[in-house]
């Protein structure tokens, strides 16, 4: 069932939901309109030399980006899963991996997309996505976890911060860089619609992918779940699909997958005796 009554209708830690791609569009510019910290002058130098003298991105402007995208990505799947049991699990799942994360002093809020594709993203200032889909391929929490740890390595790695700072074709805007976006709608739309298409359409580097792979199951395996559950998961993926880029369009074959988190479970010497929790995932998970 969607959730489609209004904007920033609050479900669970994710405070977001969609309404008309109208009212989506609206909603953009006015967190464009909101967000007129200067700090941003330096997160893009400039069109004329992007790479240079980058200045980090803060969490409020951090946070502005990520609102904005998560709006395009709710709009683009056609609404969130208004189950409110399952979303409130999914979030205690993902807050206890956050907990361990490099980067646990953000929130981060779980929404699940009602849509049959099987995927997850993640934008910046910690807003996570999974689709039904994906949701219905998961066997247990361990799995789920690996999953969420994915995602929430994305955000404590800032893989999405440094495409926007590093690309100049994302930041479509004047040598002004993003202090003239953040005052301008038409130009944040440009970095937003620029940064939704690179996660959306044409997917990270692989390095960022693979990255977050064996950082995510590093982060699942603290809380204590059993490493190897991330595997046995990947491992169905691949027999569904086929060893191609049909099913993560956006992510590195599952055999390169697999192999980089097999590595980091030797070489960081990850539990592969921690809990799997299917019964409870089962049961939380009936109605997807």
């Not at 799995?143 to 930041?171: N, Y």
């Not at 074959?253 to 809990?275: E, P, Y």
Request: aromatic share 6%; glycine share 8%; proline share 3%.
């Amino acid at each position: 069932m969607r959730n489609n009554h209004g904007m920033w209708t609050a479900l669970i830690a994710l405070s977001l939901t969609v309404a008309g791609c109208a009212e989506v569009q609206r909603a953009a510019e006015d967190v464009a309109r909101q967000s007129g910290n200067p700090r941003l002058a330096g997160a893009i130098h400039g069109a004329g030399n992007v790479v240079g003298s980058l200045l980090p991105i803060g969490y409020e402007e951090e946070s502005s980006i990520g609102q904005a995208m998560a709006l395009q990505v709710v709009a683009r799947y056609g609404g969130v899963v208004d189950q409110p049991e399952l979303v409130r699990y999914v979030n205690l799942v993902g807050r206890a991996v956050a907990d361990t994360s490099d980067r646990p002093d953000i929130p981060y809020r779980v929404a699940i997309l009602d849509h049959e594709s099987i995927n997850a993203f993640a934008v910046p200032a910690g807003y996570i996505f999974v689709t039904r889909g994906l949701l219905r391929q998961i066997r247990n929490e361990a799995e789920l976890a690996a999953v969420l740890g994915h995602e929430i390595a994305h955000v404590s790695e800032k893989h999405i911060l440094d495409v926007i700072q590093r690309s100049k074709r994302l930041a479509g805007v004047t040598e002004a860089g993003l202090s003239y976006a953040t005052s301008n709608p038409a130009a944040f739309k440009g970095v937003i619609d620029g940064a939704v298409k690179k996660l959306l359409d044409e997917g990270l580097d692989q390095e960022k992918e693979t990255d977050a792979d064996m950082v995510g199951d590093v982060f699942a395996a603290r809380v204590g779940y059993d490493a190897e559950a991330y595997v046995g998961l990947l491992m169905r993926l691949r027999d569904l699909k086929g060893d191609d880029r049909a099913l993560f369009k956006t992510h590195p074959n599952f055999s390169a997958r697999i192999d980089a988190v097999q590595k980091t479970i030797r070489t960081k010497h990850l539990a592969t005796t921690g809990v799997v929790l299917q019964e409870r995932f089962s049961r939380m998970t009936k109605r997807v």
